[in-house]
């Protein structure tokens, strides 16, 4: 999508839908005005109202778009609006959609973002659609009385874009092409941006004793990876970093503990947190952020299999501490203790935030909107929520009470993999926090929200979302640049 920002007067091209945001009670004039009169459009929040060749105007359509009330208008309700007329004229047949009434250049900027996001798809393995099915509006104008301002605005939006539309597509990917090597390989390819990657392998993971992480692979013939990705934005380059740390399982199919069959395919989605991390890498660097930040993918494919782990086995995990595995679908946080314990033994950051689609109880807590946030920081916790409020990403605190520690008690090894069904997103968190010692940390658990189907926001059409980049792009951005 070429987005351009242009004055009140540039000449409307020809084969145009024209968006004219109308706030509640704004007046218009003339045929529209005509038009308004025999519609129940008034300008709240959500409406819309398509006119077809309208009178006295360049513009083949004009589409009204109900923004709500003038005074609480806000990046977010321009987001929702631009997004909302692009969904209107998507397949119009029309190549330009100019978006009009947004006079502010910062909202006008946001009304850009909000097309760029809407207008993701994911089509590359549709051979036989039709035509006339297929989007045509290619350019974006948005309407403002200052332009230039408003496109630098856009550049750090454009950043944050490009970044969802890169964590939306390794998340759409299917698992025949998105396996561990292939997503590291996409990860490598981010040094153009700027970004360090190393890449380790199973021999370097085995060296280092991450018994945990690798047993999850071991059924699988893909090589399990650990990708570590690093900015160092920060004017000193050796400034603790902030680090960032996701489940990568690229395919979940439960293991020897073996899932139904009945929607296996979304565990095509589980590597859902390692691509917000990649994601927010992608940000960073995209927008040049004044800090320095990790990235840690653990990234694997649980498979059953002759070589499979075993309910009953007992890993060693890098830390020392052992895990009796009662259940190999619970291999999310197998997979993520050795990734946080590598990433706090060898960084030693400021915090570490982790995301995971780890638990389907999550989903039963939260529904579809809401993340679990589990911590052992409040302060943390607390610019977590606010910069997920900010973004308008639905995260929820969770609690961590001690005495459900005893519900993964083992009585051979020092843990087993999980505790039952009561609590099941909680001591899946307390398991976690066991790799984590003093460090401020938090885990984002984000089965509930890493995609939609059906979509609940004009800003992310059905499938991926690309959840928690926003949010931590904020926090990053709000508590630790400069
Ligand atoms: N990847 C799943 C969690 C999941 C389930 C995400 C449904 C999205 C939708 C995870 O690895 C898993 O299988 N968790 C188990 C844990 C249980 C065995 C303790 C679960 O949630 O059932
Ligand atoms: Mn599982
Ligand atoms: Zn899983």
Redesign the pocket.
Known sequence: MDIEFVAAGAAIPARTAVARIVFEGEAQEGPVAQAVAASRFTGAKGQTLDILAPQGTDAARLVLVGAGKKDAFNALGAEHAAASAYAGVKASGLETLRIEGIADADLAAHAALGVRLASYRFDKYRTKEPADKKPSIAKTLVVTDAADAALGAFADMAALANAVSFTRDLVSEPPNVLFPVEFARRVKALESLGLEIEVLGEAEMKALGMGSLLAVGQGSIRESQLVVIRWNGAADKSAQPVAFVGKG?CF?T?GI?L?PADGME??K??MGGAGTVAGLMHVLAGRKAKVNAVGVLGLVE?MPDGNSYRPGDVLTSMSGQTIEVV?T????RLVLADALWYCNDRFKPKFMVDLA?????I?ISLGNDLAGCFSNDDALAEDLLAAARAEDEGLWRMPMPDAYNKQIDSMIADMKN?G?RPG?SIT?ALFLKRFVKDTPWAHLDI?STAWKKPSTVPTSPDGATGYGIRLLNRLVRDKYEG
């Open positions: 399982v979940d439960g503990s899932k979304d565990m989605w589980d649980n259940n679908d619970a291999e999310g689609t780890l638990t389907g109880a989903i999980t039952g099941g899946a089965a």
